[in-house]
């Protein structure tokens, strides 16, 4: 294939690419006792792209033929005409370190078959229903990307890309007295099934959801206030992905994002080092090579509180005088490349998880996002918590529920005091959302920190 796709773009003035992308995605889920989704559906096709005096065109086929490659190649050189008669911008595309060769990112070995799937899938969400009577919803969901890429460029990418990401989510609800408390756990692995398995122990994680859905149920609500707060590696990890990697990301950068000029400046505590880095192992945001061709490589996004990069395609690149490092990233092969994150984390540090909590005399242990959140341009960011107990002492006491964090992250992360020596991604089940959906990973350690936390006035106060 690869040697088709060099013929095709042989002779080609300017830039152009091709980008072969074949996804089977596989869902199974169980819900309140039943089987209500299983399928397996097959996209494949290609993506033929071109920049032609300055001017980018896109077209998109599932024809990977040569003959129908072609076809959509001079369709693309038409595009990127037309836009140069009417577009004053001209874009430019920085030098990158191209891919080539064979990229497998795990360890390929017999996978269970759909019906041993499915079959787990049920027993795992009869295991939740049988947790306990108050358990009233129950759902498991186990989905799976198997893609295969082949990217050519005119630039010297000849990759072939052999990828599987998997994820599991296990959803309870507990109900008492017309009250619901919902708790949820999830996790996710470039790998095999049992990559996924080793990483979260399904039997494990149901009853944990169970207990932290019926522990709700008899909790208190947090008062509201500024409060030092020890946050889990989840809610680390949203903290760096949604509240501050998307304000790094270039193209946000250039249209205006708190970020933007900062680089060289001082934005976090000096215990903080932030990267973005596709070259993790089992990671669920593992890229090596990206859509563009170009192999992935580790950002240093803060060092010691200080920022030093952006994340970049190959024109942003060009534009800030950078270097791309495998960012830009499409979700299928309909799909342009857009910038990207991949894993982006905290490094751990060197305190003791214990002597954190110790030294704390009024605060909040947090862990893991609840039921969604926002992030703005600015850092700004508000999320939902998904469990929470106070401290008080330096003693982990009772669990508090209905726990929102807000503040802007930068001065967050500026009041970091303790960095723990423990580290966890713990992002790998869900998708980032910017435009199109992208498979990301995202944690760190244990952060003592200060945050705003929303809540309000127990009923049992009143």
Known sequence: MIEVFKSVLRGVDGYAEIRYHKRVTTIIEARN????KAEQRTLAGAAVRCLIDGCWGFVSTSDVTESGLCSALADAIDGAAAAARIKKERAKLAPA???EGEF???ERGSEPSIAEKIARVLEAEERLRSRSELIVGSVVRYTHYDDEKYIVNTDGAAAHIVDSKQSIHVFATAGRDGKLETDVKAWGVTGSWQALMEKGDLDQMVDRAAQGAIEKLDAGYAPG??????LDPGLVGVLSHEAIGHTVEADFVLAGSIAKGKIGQRVASELVTMVDDGNVP????????DDEGVQG?????????VLRAYLHNRESAAMLGAAPRGNARAFTYR??????????????????????IS????GFFLSGLGQGGQADSDAEFMFSVGQAWRIRDGRLCEPVKGVTISGQAFEVLSSVDAVSSGFKLDMGAGHCGKWQPAKVDAGGPYLRCRVTIGGRQDEREQ
């Not at 490589?297 to 509180?305: A, F, H, M, Q, S």
């Not at 984390?345 to 002597?355: R, T, V």
Request: no cysteine.
């Open 33 to 36: 006792g039943t089987l209500a």
């Open 97 to 99: 370190r191209m891919g």
């Open 104 to 106: 497998v990112y795990y």
């Open 225 to 230: 206030g500024q409060y030092t707060v020890i």
């Open 282 to 289: 089992g990671a669920a945001g593992m890229v090596l090579v």
């Open 297 to 305: 490589e580790r950002t240093v996004l803060i060092e010691n509180g």
């Open 335 to 356: 799909d342009e490349p857009l910038i990207r994150m991949t894993n982006t984390f905290i490094l751990p540090g060197k305190d003791d998880l214990k002597a954190m």
């Open 359 to 362: 030294e704390v005399e009024d």
